[in-house]
């Protein structure tokens, strides 16, 4: 049974890529409506990967409110998880649940997720946990400028640059990159001109070389600011 339900989870996976979502979310609730109520952990995992994957998929389809509700699936099953995997899922499930919410302009409720990821999982040794935390932070900052706090928006990007700024891991390399632009674009709607383009120059000289695709664009979007 973990097979077959793997292999729906991987299936709904190749169908998001392949920007056909709604085939992807069929997948993943095919996966909750057949294993829903196992037992086995290792189907609860395969479970609540794919009602994680599920939210994710109907967030690209503009179905916010439906996304809200899969990731309030994840979190009313895992709350309290212990297993580091599961601990995973439920921190993804909130930051993907910020998202929507942000969306939906509901940005405080946003924000108020977003601490509540920091403050959980901040100090973890878990490599995927690190990143969304730093994720947590970014957004948080998106969420605050959104809201015309800037100077607090400033804070959350330099608690990445703090907490995360000598990692060498990519996805973490990829959040202190974008959080240095968004400090700088934050501190440039403040009309502190010398410490945006300090932002942006740290961004070039931090990762100038980086051969990673993701980062050599928010490079780019530096060096045009």
Known sequence: Q???ARALVLKGAVLADLRRGEE??????????RFGNASETA????????????GAALGRLHRSEEAIAACDEVLRRLGGAGDISLR????RAMVDKGVELGKLDRSEEAIGLYEEVIRRF???NDARLRETVA???????VRLGRLNQSEEAVASYDEVVRGF????????RRHI?????FKGIRLNALNQTEEAAGAFDAVVRRFGESGEDEIRERIATAMLN
């Open 24 to 33: 992807a979310v069929a997948a993943f609730e095919e996966v909750a409506r």
């Open 43 to 54: 189907l609860q995992e395969q479970v609540v990967t794919a009602l994680v994957n599920k």
């Open 88 to 91: 995973r899922q439920v921190a």
């Open 122 to 124: 901040r100090g973890t």
């Open 135 to 141: 994720a947590a932070l970014v957004n948080k900052g």
């Open 2 to 4: 973990e097979e077959v």
């Open 165 to 172: 700024g000598d990692s060498a891991e990519a996805g973490l």
């Open 177 to 181: 990159a974008t959080a240095l632009i």
